[in-house]
């Protein structure tokens, strides 16, 4: 069998054959990568600065079409209210998050929370390596911008040390600061006080940026594409599936004339039949 697959022609065939297994698989990459495609394209008007009390309201549920924005705000820190949250990464190495609260001023008021009538937010300022590190938010009236993302899940299983959080979550941190909040938080890219920009990104130190981006928008899958896929890989396997069955006609055609041959030389040879009367007498005549 291989040493019919051997053949100069069979291997130029299995070259064949190759290449083109070769061309419908990436067609079938192709077609699989057009199978998953973003719901909706990536909104450039998030990249916008808006008021956050125009963008969000607070005691209301997060809407889906502020997650993302970039949203400015005035108000003050309050140094007592941060807390650090574990397990972030950042280039590889795993740290804090230093998230304080930011009284948003302009912002309506909540009833029921008569320990702190103005309304808060909590601001993810920076990434420190070292809980030493984190240092206390600036004073004063502080101009903050930053991107306003939804808040996130308590993890109920753990149990935070005093001035830890299980994670952003507002739901939490209430809890912790006592006061009322919007229903999400903002990574800070930018917090200027007298002037002067003081936030990570700007002093430089031990307390790094976020550098949150717009997250990947939700994906949904094209069933007719990625089964378009499936059948370029099929068509893959079927190419030298037909080299393989050609080679095999070859190859049995071969054992096929190789057995007639060998019937053919083991039939004996016909005697010569014997003379006819006619013959007889014209040998006899004078």
């Not at 697959?5 to 990459?29: D, E, H, N, T, Y």
């Not at 607070?58 to 574990?86: H, I, R």
């Not at 009833?111 to 206390?136: F, L, M, N, Y």
């Not at 007639?260 to 006899?284: F, N, W």
Request: negative net charge; aromatic residues 10%; charged residues 20%.
């Amino acid at each position: 069998m291989w040493k019919t697959a051997l053949k100069p022609r069979w291997i130029a065939g299995l070259v064949f054959a190759i290449v083109v297994s070769g061309v419908f698989v990436l067609l079938s990459q192709w077609q699989f990568g057009r199978s998953v495609q973003p719901e909706v394209p990536v909104n450039p008007a998030t990249e916008d600065t808006r008021a956050l009390t125009e963008t969000l309201e607070p005691g209301n549920f997060f809407p889906g079409t502020a997650s993302d924005q970039m949203v400015s705000a005035e108000g003050t820190y309050d140094p007592v209210k941060q807390v650090l949250v574990p397990g972030r990464l950042k280039d590889g190495n795993t740290g804090y998050w230093v998230v304080s609260a930011f009284a948003v001023k302009g912002a309506p008021a909540l009833s029921g929370v008569a320990a702190s009538p103005e309304t808060w937010i909590p601001v993810a300022r920076g990434w420190v390596a070292d809980p030493a590190d984190a240092g206390a938010p600036p004073s004063g009236t502080v101009r903050l911008t930053g991107r306003l993302l939804p808040s996130e899940s308590p993890l109920p299983a753990t149990a935070p040390e005093a001035g830890r959080a299980t994670a952003v979550s507002v739901a939490e941190l209430i809890n912790f600061w006592d006061i009322s909040s919007y229903p999400g938080f903002v990574a800070a890219t930018a917090e200027v006080t007298d002037g002067t920009d003081v936030s990570a990104a700007a002093a430089g130190g031990d307390l790094k940026p976020l550098n949150i981006g717009p997250q990947p928008p939700a994906q949904k899958v094209n069933w007719l594409n990625a089964f378009y896929s499936l059948e370029w890989v099929v068509f893959a396997g079927f190419a030298l599936f037909i080299w393989w069955r050609l080679v095999q006609d070859d190859y049995r055609r071969g054992l096929e004339e190789d057995l007639d041959d060998d019937v053919h030389d083991d039939v004996p040879p016909t005697p010569p039949s014997p003379p006819t009367s006619e013959q007889i007498q014209q040998k006899v005549k004078p």
